[in-house]
């Protein structure tokens, strides 16, 4: 199995804590960030703090909000420390997008659900610690993957909750979400050793915060 930086237990407790809070009739998907903004289009919407989820045991960047807040554009760098990472600490940066097509309004609650999203990332890390020769034991095409570049998918939800707009009139709010995922490599992996490998192996679990300014 490859190595498994920042991979966490997927257990189901997040998902029935999800369920458990959807009383509520689905609506049009928006938030007070819906609103018309005035800042340069070149300005980020929000910024993003995540652990785990393969993009690092830490990651931060920021990101943009298109289709009515439906779909997040992020740009993140993430870190691994030594310990976890073996010889040196990793880098690793990713490119990520979200797309969340509902929204649930609770009753008399100031949060909101948005119970599926779902979304890609690619993700490179330039450590020199990862080997790219393949060294000349093997033959050619014996390992087919980069060490360097994956791609993921995953899915999961958020809770989002308005906060009051800015000075400047920007909307602001806060959010908090999950994403089950995983990569080219571990999908492969479990393809190729069902008899060693569960779908748990292959899973990664990441949770984050978003802040919308």
């Known amino acids: 199995m490859p190595f498994n930086y920042a991979c966490f237990s997927t257990s189901g407790g997040f998902f029935g804590l999800i369920l458990s809070v959807l009383p509520a ?27 785990a989820g393969g993009i690092g045991m830490v990651s931060g960047g920021v990101g943009y909000s298109l289709f009515r807040q439906r779909l997040d554009v992020d740009a993140l760098a993430g870190y691994v420390p030594q310990r976890y990472a073996g010889n040196k600490a990793l880098g690793i940066f990713t490119l990520k997008t979200t797309y969340t097509p509902y929204t649930i309004t609770l009753r008399s609650a100031a949060w909101r659900v948005h119970p599926l999203s779902f979304g890609g990332l ?27 570049v994956r791609f993921g998918a995953f899915i999961g939800g958020k809770l989002a909750r308005p906060l009051k707009p800015s000075p400047t009139g920007q909307p602001r709010a806060v959010s908090l979400y999950y994403e089950l995922g995983t990569n080219d490599l571990y999908v492969v992996s479990l393809a190729t050793n069902l008899s060693g490998l569960k779908v748990t192996d292959v899973l990664t679990l990441g949770v984050g915060g978003k802040f919308t300014f």
């Open 122 to 148: 690619v993700n490179y890390t330039p450590s020199r610690t990862l080997n790219r020769s393949r060294d000349e034991k093997y033959y050619d095409g014996y390992y087919w993957w980069s060490s360097t």
């Open 25 to 51: 009739a689905a609506q049009a998907p928006t938030d007070s960030a819906a609103t018309r903004s005035t800042r340069a289009w070149y300005v980020p919407q929000h910024a993003v703090l995540q652990t």
